[in-house]
Structure formats: C-alpha cells, structure tokens
C-alpha cells in the first residue's frame, strides 16, 4: 500500500489538493500496476514560519524578495 507525503506551504484550496491527489494516484496506477485504492496521499501543510529554504524561512524571503 503506497502512502505519498505531499509537504507544501499552507495555502492551497481544496480543488487544488483534490486535483493534486488524483494526478499522483493516477501515475501509481499507471507507472506502477498499484490498485487505485490501495494508494493513499496525504497532505503536510505547513506555515510560512515554519519552513525553510536555503537557510532562509519562507516568511522572511516573502518579505526580502531578491
């Protein structure tokens, strides 16, 4: 049974993470012969504050763009 981990700043609506959802189960099933509903995907979101990127918290390059 594949679980997929889908880790993105908080933010999406739910259409977009229904659309998301399906596109992944949709190649497990077809790249790997996995039924449909043995494939789950959950979703991580996380705030601006706690994620970072190149050593620099998303917060802060939303507010100091380069």
Same mark, same amino acid.
């Given at each position: %049974? &594949? %679980?997929?981990?889908?880790? %993105? ?23 790997? @012969? ?12 996380? =705030?601006?504050? =706690?994620?970072? =990127?190149? @050593?620099?918290? %998303? ?5 100091? &763009?380069?």
């Amino acid at each position: %049974m &594949p %679980m997929v981990q889908v880790t %993105m700043l908080a933010g999406r609506t739910t259409d977009q993470k229904r659309k998301i959802a399906k596109r992944i189960t949709d190649a497990l099933v077809e790249e790997a @012969g996995v039924r449909r509903e043995a494939i789950i995907v959950a979703f991580h979101e996380v =705030s601006k504050e =706690s994620y970072a =990127s190149a @050593g620099e918290l %998303m917060a802060d390059k939303a507010t100091n &763009p380069k």
